[in-house]
């Protein structure tokens, strides 16, 4: 079964922007849960120092999420990166460049 996990990469000052639109970005990702997209959300160790992921079922709800995710498009990210694969193979592209 193919999933589609997408990185996050956080921004210099994401901590002083990301409380102010994370209720938005909260009930996205319950949104995409609810309806069986998202599958595995979470951070590695230091959100500020090592980013966070996002895993799910298809490559189009990844490319979605992100393009209209709130932590992207107004405090979290500099890169969301998608990459796809099963447990024995992976490949990684980019689906979007840029955040504020």
Known sequence: MQRYVVFYESADDVMSKAPPVYPRHLARLKEYRDRGDLLLVGT????QAEG??????SREA???FV???PFV???W???GRCGSGTRSQARSER??????
Do not use: K, Q, Y
């Not at 689906?95 to 504020?100: D, E, N, Q, R, Y």
């Open 44 to 47: 590695f160790g230091d959100p």
């Open 67 to 69: 393009r209209d995710d």
């Open 73 to 75: 498009n107004e405090a």
């Open 52 to 57: 966070s992921m996002a895993v799910f079922g």
């Open 62 to 64: 990844a490319e979605e």
């Open 77 to 79: 990210s500099r890169l």
């Open 95 to 100: 689906v979007l460049i840029s955040a504020p």
